[in-house]
């Protein structure tokens, strides 16, 4: 009997510690724009780049993380879509620009969740549109000669029928 | 705010999502865009992201492509590369290739990248009877009434990158109720041919309404439902084929299920009683047992357990119930075993998929929930006699594209006709140039018909190893799609030096390693010092290059096979390498010799060959 009460205590003690340091420990993410969000250690989890970070440095409740490429503005879109259980509706909401630079991020940071949501995000809104439109979506800078580009075209004429308008 | 720019390999995880026909449209954003989405690691990171599909196939009637066995109606119309003849018989699909036969030749098909591509043809000793006598009357039936044979054959990948066909001749025995295998062969895909198996010693079982049915691919093998002849009785079992180690196996059946097959009567209508495995995406191996007029199904819950076989349903033909009200059809016409509905497809809600025979060319499909006893009416499709059907999932992929658009068949508007040749592009330097066709069959193309059903009208370039470049021309005259294949030796060709590109790959292995290889000849040590000039495209042979050239024997009889086991084996990659020099070397001497007048312009764009 004095055994078990004995660990009871223990697993006890172990679960308030437990309780103890998620209630504590909070992450501060400075942002490009000099902002500093302060976000639960179970939010920063995802981003595998912090958490890799963490896991080496062992460092206890106060950590201040610097994210050199990231806005504020973009970040509080990601607690958002976060704390949204990455709704696809709250996605269709934001903007190119916010999508590509959400993409960039949730790749920066390693987020798996957040960058297949993103990834098949701008793969639906690409899909069925012209070469002009994606090459200007992407910043691409096309090598190609005229002749070469209509060469290619023909070889797959088919795939260029039924595109969107831009 | 800055504009983002995404890095190009974060596009590339994104173009991963893609359709295969989209990126077909984005290869042309830029050179290092084609390069990359063409790419073989592309190509795979791109298949781990597609999902399964459905594919529902008629050869010469729809082909489609469907989200799910739910959803029939929404069709996305694959374009193969189909005519007009009889002879079509879908071998299977697999990393969504479509294994195809066609007027006699078999065909990987990826519709999704539109690109198809003939098999060596294979010459099994009867080649001639098999050629002028395959009429539609036969071919479509797989079995051949004159010298009694049928071609059974499976169709299964081994990994991203190679495709095997496993292809069985079997005799009819005097008494016709059998049809013991007398040859099997396989084919792979990386090899380019066709090489003997060692032969299983048993029948395959037959169906009622095409003789033959294909391999069906479970667990990593392919099956076939056999059976042999034992202490005076059939024996039934599956027919297994491991890919891996191209060896057949046995898969044996639940006891009770043989015992009910053992009949004495079923002697007697022996030819179509059997057991045939049924195509299935998520369900464990299914077996659909013929016993006329009875059938049974049968799973194996856990796959190579004998003990796990399971009896899912039982029925009756003759029932009235099943037959006229399920069916809709009068159970009178299942006396005719050629109606006998056949079990095609067993369905991830667990229903079963049956196809029967109405009328010709009516074809009935019903899905028949076993829990509840109810059928529902799919589709009634027209189809030809006998005509194979192919229903079944796989991923639609972009297999193959690596090939496409290495070298591709391409034709340009000139003087107000189509002017065909072969459009190459050079990974190394990233630049397209034109290989010119002989002078005849490019006329073969010019015929003003052409223009009007120009679709199908065509060059396209086969895959081979170590052949000369060979050339596949579609040409359509009266209206049908026939077949010509043109072997395109060197001679016919006017070829650049460029055409050393392609190989100097295999070179700069060797080079690399020619210190793990003794007994170098001279020769090679020669020419692999002057490796960097022979790569270069406007190079011309030295006097010296040619006679050393002439000092290099190729080796007879030597078949070149992947890269890397020539350079696991050091002394083999020297004799392949050597004959490949061989072969460039002379080949570079030829051109010069015949076309002293050539020049290669290196204009802004395109470098043209003038004569």
Same mark, same amino acid.
């Not at chain 2, 990987?108 to 395959?134: G, K, Q, V």
């Given at each position: 009997?004095?055994?078990?009460?004995?660990?009871?205590?223990?697993?006890?003690?172990?679960?308030?510690?437990?309780?103890?340091?998620?209630?504590?420990?909070?992450?501060?993410?400075?942002?490009?724009?000099?902002?500093?969000?302060?976000?639960?250690?179970?939010?920063?989890k995802e981003?595998?780049?912090?958490?890799?970070?963490?896991?080496?440095?062992?460092?206890?409740?106060?950590?201040?993380?610097?994210?050199?490429?990231v806005?504020?503005?973009?970040?509080?879109?990601?607690?958002?879509?976060?704390?949204?259980?990455?709704?696809?509706?709250?996605?269709?909401?934001?903007?190119?620009?916010?999508?590509?630079?959400?993409?960039?991020?949730?790749?920066?940071?390693?987020?798996?969740?957040?960058?297949?949501?993103?990834?098949?995000?701008?793969a639906?809104?690409?899909?069925?549109?012209s070469?002009?439109?994606?090459?200007?979506?992407?910043?691409?800078?096309?090598?190609?000669?005229?002749?070469?580009?209509?060469?290619?075209?023909?070889?797959?004429?088919?795939?260029?029928e039924?595109?969107?308008?831009? | 705010?800055?504009?983002?720019i995404?890095?190009?390999?974060?596009?590339?995880?994104?173009?991963?999502?893609?359709?295969?026909?989209?990126?077909?449209?984005?290869?042309?954003?830029?050179?290092?865009?084609?390069?990359?989405?063409?790419?073989?690691?592309?190509?795979?990171?791109?298949?781990?992201?597609?999902?399964?599909?459905?594919?529902?196939?008629?050869?010469?009637?729809?082909?489609?492509?469907?989200?799910?066995?739910?959803?029939?109606t929404?069709?996305?119309?694959?374009?193969?590369?189909?005519?007009?003849?009889?002879?079509?018989?879908?071998?299977?699909?697999?990393?969504?290739?479509?294994?195809?036969?066609?007027?006699?030749?078999?065909?990987?098909?990826?519709?999704?990248?539109?690109?198809?591509?003939?098999?060596?043809?294979? &010459?099994?000793?009867? =080649?001639? #009877? /098999? +050629? *002028?006598? $395959?009429? @539609?009357?036969?071919?479509?039936?797989?079995? &051949?009434?004159i010298? =009694?044979? #049928? /071609? +059974? *054959?499976? $169709?299964? @990948?081994?990994?991203?990158?190679?495709?095997?066909?496993?292809?069985?001749?079997?005799?009819?025995?005097?008494?016709?109720? @059998?049809?013991?295998?007398?040859?099997?062969?396989?084919?792979?895909?990386?090899?380019?041919?066709?090489?003997?198996?060692?032969?299983?010693?048993?029948?395959?079982?037959?169906?009622?309404?095409t003789?033959?049915?294909?391999g069906?691919?479970?667990?990593?093998?392919?099956?076939?439902?056999?059976?042999?002849?034992?202490?005076?009785?059939?024996?039934?079992?599956?027919?297994?084929?491991?890919?891996?180690?191209?060896?057949?196996?046995?898969?044996?059946?639940?006891?009770?299920?043989?015992?009910?097959?053992?009949?004495?009567?079923?002697?007697?209508?022996?030819?179509?009683?059997?057991?045939?495995?049924?195509?299935?995406?998520?369900?464990?191996?299914?077996?659909?047992?013929?016993?006329?007029?009875?059938?049974?199904?049968?799973?194996?819950?856990?796959?190579?357990?004998?003990?796990?076989?399971n009896?899912?349903?039982?029925?009756?033909?003759?029932?009235?119930?099943?037959?006229?009200?399920?069916?809709?059809?009068?159970?009178?016409?299942?006396?005719?075993?050629?109606?006998?509905?056949?079990?095609?497809?067993?369905?991830?809600?667990?229903?079963?998929?049956?196809?029967?025979?109405?009328?010709?060319?009516?074809?009935?499909?019903?899905?028949?929930?076993?829990?509840?006893?109810?059928?529902?009416?799919l589709?009634?499709?027209?189809?030809?006699?006998?005509?194979?059907?192919?229903?079944?999932?796989?991923?639609?992929?972009?297999?193959?594209?690596?090939?496409?658009?290495?070298?591709?068949?391409?034709?340009?508007?000139?003087?107000?006709?189509?002017?065909?040749?072969?459009?190459?592009?050079?990974?190394?330097?990233?630049?397209?140039?034109?290989?010119?066709?002989?002078?005849?069959?490019?006329?073969?193309y010019?015929?003003?018909?052409?223009?009007?059903?120009?679709?199908?009208?065509?060059?396209?370039?086969?895959?081979?190893?170590?052949?000369?470049?060979?050339?596949?021309?579609?040409?359509?005259?009266?209206?049908y799609h026939?077949?010509?294949?043109?072997?395109?030796?060197?001679?016919?060709?006017?070829?650049?030096?460029?055409?050393?590109?392609?190989?100097?790959?295999?070179?700069?292995?060797?080079?690399?390693?020619?210190?793990?290889?003794?007994?170098?000849?001279?020769?090679?040590?020669?020419?692999?010092?002057?490796?960097?000039?022979?790569?270069?495209?406007?190079?011309?042979?030295?006097?010296?290059?040619?006679?050393?050239?002439?000092?290099?024997?190729?080796?007879?009889?030597?078949k070149?096979?992947?890269?890397?086991?020539?350079?696991?084996?050091?002394?083999?990659?020297?004799?392949?390498?050597?004959?490949?020099?061989?072969?460039?070397?002379?080949?570079?001497?030829?051109?010069?010799?015949?076309?002293?007048?050539?020049?290669?312009?290196?204009?802004?764009?395109?470098?043209?060959?003038?004569?």
């Amino acid at each position: 009997m004095g055994e078990r009460g004995e660990e009871w205590e223990a697993v006890m003690l172990r679960k308030a510690e437990e309780e103890e340091s998620k209630a504590v420990k909070k992450v501060k993410l400075v942002t490009s724009d000099g902002v500093t969000m302060e976000v639960e250690i179970s939010t920063v989890k995802e981003m595998e780049t912090i958490q890799a970070f963490m896991n080496a440095t062992d460092t206890d409740n106060s950590i201040i993380f610097p994210l050199p490429k990231v806005s504020s503005h973009i970040l509080s879109r990601i607690m958002e879509l976060m704390s949204g259980e990455y709704d696809q509706e709250l996605v269709k909401r934001l903007s190119h620009e916010e999508l590509k630079e959400i993409c960039m991020v949730a790749n920066y940071l390693n987020m798996k969740t957040l960058l297949h949501l993103t990834a098949s995000a701008i793969a639906n809104l690409i899909q069925n549109k012209s070469v002009e439109f994606v090459r200007h979506f992407f910043n691409i800078i096309n090598d190609f000669t005229p002749e070469e580009e209509v060469q290619l075209r023909k070889t797959h004429e088919w795939a260029f029928e039924g595109v969107d308008e831009d | 705010m800055s504009v983002p720019i995404l890095p190009i390999d974060l596009q590339l995880e994104i173009f991963s999502y893609l359709p295969c026909k989209a990126i077909m449209r984005f290869m042309v954003l830029s050179r290092l865009h084609h390069s990359l989405l063409i790419s073989p690691d592309f190509i795979s990171r791109h298949h781990h992201k597609s999902r399964n599909k459905f594919f529902f196939l008629v050869p010469s009637y729809i082909t489609c492509l469907c989200e799910d066995d739910d959803h029939f109606t929404l069709f996305q119309n694959l374009m193969l590369p189909v005519g007009h003849y009889f002879c079509h018989r879908i071998i299977g699909i697999c990393n969504g290739i479509i294994c195809m036969q066609m007027d006699g030749v078999i065909s990987f098909i990826n519709p999704m990248i539109r690109y198809c591509f003939d098999l060596a043809l294979h &010459d099994d000793e009867d =080649r001639s #009877i /098999y +050629s *002028y006598n $395959f009429t @539609s009357y036969r071919s479509i039936y797989c079995y &051949d009434f004159i010298s =009694r044979r #049928i /071609y +059974s *054959y499976g $169709f299964i @990948s081994r990994g991203l990158s190679d495709y095997l066909v496993v292809k069985m001749v079997s005799y009819s025995n005097d008494e016709g109720e @059998s049809f013991p295998l007398r040859n099997a062969w396989v084919y792979t895909y990386v090899k380019d041919d066709w090489r003997p198996l060692e032969i299983p010693d048993c029948s395959l079982c037959i169906t009622p309404a095409t003789f033959a049915y294909n391999g069906v691919v479970h667990s990593g093998l392919l099956h076939w439902g056999a059976k042999k002849w034992v202490e005076n009785t059939w024996y039934y079992f599956i027919l297994t084929f491991d890919p891996q180690t191209e060896v057949f196996g046995e898969l044996l059946l639940a006891d009770n299920l043989v015992a009910a097959l053992y009949h004495p009567d079923n002697y007697e209508r022996g030819v179509f009683v059997g057991i045939f495995v049924v195509q299935n995406n998520n369900k464990p191996l299914t077996v659909y047992s013929l016993n006329s007029p009875n059938g049974t199904v049968w799973v194996m819950d856990r796959y190579g357990i004998t003990e796990s076989w399971n009896q899912i349903f039982t029925f009756n033909w003759t029932d009235n119930y099943i037959s006229s009200t399920l069916f809709s059809i009068n159970p009178d016409i299942y006396r005719h075993l050629l109606r006998f509905p056949f079990l095609l497809f067993h369905r991830d809600d667990g229903t079963l998929l049956f196809g029967a025979e109405l009328n010709c060319p009516q074809y009935l499909l019903r899905s028949l929930d076993i829990s509840h006893g109810t059928c529902t009416v799919l589709n009634n499709i027209g189809r030809r006699i006998g005509e194979d059907l192919y229903i079944g999932y796989s991923s639609p992929s972009l297999v193959l594209l690596d090939k496409v658009s290495a070298s591709m068949g391409a034709k340009k508007w000139v003087e107000n006709t189509w002017y065909y040749f072969i459009l190459t592009f050079d990974p190394q330097t990233e630049v397209f140039r034109e290989l010119l066709l002989a002078d005849n069959l490019v006329a073969a193309y010019c015929h003003p018909d052409n223009y009007e059903r120009e679709v199908f009208v065509g060059i396209f370039v086969v895959q081979n190893n170590n052949k000369p470049l060979t050339v596949y021309s579609l040409n359509s005259p009266n209206g049908y799609h026939c077949r010509a294949t043109v072997n395109i030796s060197s001679d016919d060709v006017e070829t650049t030096p460029y055409f050393i590109g392609p190989r100097l790959k295999a070179i700069q292995a060797t080079f690399e390693r020619r210190n793990e290889l003794e007994m170098l000849p001279r020769s090679a040590n020669y020419f692999l010092d002057r490796a960097l000039e022979i790569s270069k495209t406007d190079y011309e042979p030295s006097d010296m290059d040619i006679l050393y050239a002439e000092g290099i024997s190729l080796v007879n009889g030597l078949k070149p096979d992947t890269l890397d086991e020539y350079v696991r084996n050091g002394r083999e990659v020297m004799e392949w390498e050597n004959g490949i020099l061989h072969w460039n070397i002379s080949k570079v001497r030829d051109y010069n010799n015949k076309h002293r007048r050539a020049k290669l312009h290196k204009g802004k764009g395109w470098p043209f060959c003038h004569v």
